[in-house]
């Protein structure tokens, strides 16, 4: 079967940096997305890697590697705003997005 | 404004009742997607439409029937629902192409008395 792993909550502190992990196992890979999705709201695509290495926009960083069926969220200079669930989706051979359960960051002051 | 429009945002209906849920973009894609989302489970794709025609129908019960008319609207038609389908109800577009992403409405939020 196909299953994407997060944890399932996680507390850091403003100002600080926290890493988001993400491992996948897929029929496949055609590309991993993170998405932030704020309480009763949309999820918003936040970045996509589908070779190898880092991705950096603005104070978020993605990193993938594909051997390793792994890849992880970075957010630096944690804002209160930033509390959020953050979905991990990975597209498989027949360009399906799976979805992991999202991973709920809780901001504290 | 994600440019992905869901209506009703709260919806609660009996188990006998018939509503149906609304989705429209204005992104100009052409593929729609209906997604359920429980509480700390990943997102369940249901359906997937491509130029108004269904290319994806992931076993969802009948009493979930979904229409196209056109690339811009999306429909969810409910009726004799039960408890365990109590959800937030995601509609989302993309363009199709690989490396884009899919754009998420703020969904309905669902509750089966």
């Known amino acids: 079967g196909q299953n994407i792993d997060q944890p399932t909550e996680m507390t850091a502190t403003e100002g600080a940096i926290v890493q988001i992990n993400c491992t996948y196992q897929?029929?496949?890979?055609?590309?991993l997305f993170w998405y932030q999705q704020h309480a009763g709201e949309a999820p918003t695509f936040l970045s996509y890697n589908v070779l190898d290495g880092l991705e950096e926009k603005g104070r978020f960083s993605s990193f993938l590697s594909r051997s390793k069926g792994y890849s992880y969220l970075l957010l630096k200079e944690l804002q209160m705003k930033d509390s959020a669930s953050y979905l991990c989706a990975v597209r498989d051979s027949n360009y399906q997005l799976i979805w992991g359960a999202g991973t709920k960051l809780i901001i504290k002051p | 404004e994600t440019g992905v429009t869901q209506t009703p945002r709260h919806l609660v209906m009996g188990m006998t009742n018939k509503k149906s849920l609304k989705c429209e973009q204005h992104l100009g894609h052409n593929a729609m997607y209906w997604y359920k989302q429980s509480a700390k489970k990943p997102l369940e794709l249901m359906f997937v439409y491509n130029f108004k025609e269904q290319t994806e129908n992931n076993s969802v019960p009948s009493r979930f029937s979904p229409e196209c008319p056109n690339s811009s609207h999306l429909f969810l038609h409910l009726h004799t629902l039960q408890p365990e389908d109590s959800a937030l109800y995601l509609c989302a577009s993309s363009s199709g192409t690989e490396s884009q992403p899919q754009h998420f409405g703020d969904g309905t939020r669902l509750s089966i008395l």
């Open positions: 897929t029929s496949g890979f055609n590309g």
